[in-house]
């Protein structure tokens, strides 16, 4: 590990006394680190040393704990004017340039990737989302029938999918497993907007996306494009030809004896 060097904006003198006192920086670490014996086997060599400020030294030495390695323990000392003995300011634990450190932190609204969210867990929607806008129909006078048909039509909802949520919702799906670019869209010649199996989707969004209702098809019950295709497409049949009738064979080099019983009055 290289030892440390004071930066150019550093200016002050070092001082002697604050300097040459490594021993009581690294008894200071070692108490800091677990005391004499668990600690002394976490302190290794002493790496330098920088110059903080007026009779303000920090003194660095090297971690032997194996679950920090490339850590480099920091012990900070001064000494009032004029006295001859130095008083440990701090004892802290710094990541060198080849220590394992944590990730820089990301808010957990950032973290959540799409599949993370298991049973039970909520993921809330922020006010702003700009995915959503206000669904402006007012239903709370309205009588039953008309309910039942603001039901149907997907209306009376507080919030509704924004035109900018729908395109990024298209381009997504567009580019994903189910749309035209995947490798079996583009392996055979049958598309989605020609299959019986396809369910076009409501609103505007129908123009170019449906539901797959073929069980033995990949795209089953997943949104996919009018231009996705697969092989299970309903048009790809395939013409069987009739098996050829044997004719009828008959075997003339023998016959079989019927007996008859006669009747009664004969």
Same mark, same amino acid.
């Given at each position: 590990?290289?030892?440390?060097?004071?930066?150019? $904006?550093?200016?002050?003198? #070092?001082?002697?006394?604050?300097?040459?006192?490594?021993?009581?920086?690294?008894?200071?670490?070692?108490?800091?680190?677990?005391?004499?014996?668990?600690?002394?086997?976490? /302190?290794?060599?002493?790496?330098?040393? +920088?110059?903080?400020?007026?009779?303000?030294?920090?003194?660095?030495?090297?971690?032997?704990?194996?679950?920090?390695?490339?850590?480099? !323990?920091?012990?900070?000392?001064?000494?009032?004017?004029?006295?001859?003995?130095?008083?440990? @300011?701090?004892?802290?634990? +710094?990541?060198?340039?080849?220590?394992?450190?944590?990730?820089?932190?990301?808010? !957990?609204?950032?973290?959540?990737?799409?599949?993370? *969210?298991?049973?039970?867990? +909520?993921?809330?929607?922020?006010?702003?989302?700009?995915?959503?806008?206000?669904?402006?129909?007012?239903?709370?006078?309205?009588? &039953?029938?008309?309910?039942?048909? /603001?039901?149907? *039509?997907?209306?009376?909802? &507080?919030?509704?999918?924004?035109?900018?949520?729908?395109?990024? %919702? %298209?381009?997504? !799906?567009?580019?994903?497993?189910?749309?035209?670019?995947?490798?079996?869209?583009?392996?055979?010649?049958?598309?989605?907007?020609?299959?019986?199996? !396809?369910?076009?989707?409501?609103?505007?969004?129908? =123009?170019?996306?449906?539901?797959?209702? @073929?069980?033995?098809? #990949?795209?089953?019950?997943?949104?996919?494009?009018?231009?996705?295709?697969?092989?299970?497409? $309903?048009? %790809?049949?395939?013409?069987?030809?009739? #098996?050829?009738?044997?004719?009828?064979?008959?075997?003339?080099?023998?016959?079989?004896?019927?007996?008859?019983? &006669? =009747?009664?009055?004969?």
């Amino acid at each position: 590990m290289t030892p440390v060097k004071a930066p150019e $904006s550093v200016r002050a003198k #070092p001082d002697a006394i604050c300097v040459a006192a490594v021993e009581p920086a690294r008894e200071a670490a070692i108490a800091q680190a677990g005391g004499a014996r668990a600690g002394a086997a976490q /302190v290794g060599e002493h790496l330098g040393h +920088l110059v903080e400020g007026e009779r303000l030294v920090t003194h660095y030495f090297a971690s032997a704990h194996p679950g920090y390695r490339g850590w480099r !323990w920091a012990v900070t000392l001064t000494r009032a004017s004029r006295a001859k003995t130095v008083t440990i @300011n701090e004892v802290v634990m +710094l990541p060198g340039d080849d220590s394992v450190v944590a990730p820089e932190w990301v808010p !957990w609204s950032e973290r959540v990737q799409p599949g993370d *969210l298991r049973p039970g867990d +909520l993921f809330p929607t922020h006010p702003d989302d700009p995915r959503l806008e206000p669904g402006f129909t007012d239903t709370a006078d309205a009588p &039953e029938d008309v309910l039942t048909v /603001v039901e149907e *039509l997907g209306l009376g909802r &507080e919030r509704v999918l924004s035109q900018f949520g729908r395109e990024e %919702a %298209a381009e997504r !799906w567009y580019a994903g497993d189910f749309g035209p670019a995947s490798p079996i869209a583009q392996a055979v010649p049958y598309k989605c907007h020609s299959c019986g199996y !396809w369910i076009r989707l409501a609103d505007s969004l129908g =123009q170019a996306f449906g539901v797959c209702a @073929n069980e033995m098809a #990949p795209g089953e019950a997943h949104v996919v494009a009018y231009d996705y295709g697969c092989g299970a497409h $309903s048009d %790809a049949t395939i013409d069987l030809a009739e #098996p050829p009738t044997p004719d009828h064979a008959f075997d003339t080099t023998g016959y079989d004896t019927l007996e008859l019983a &006669e =009747q009664a009055g004969e």
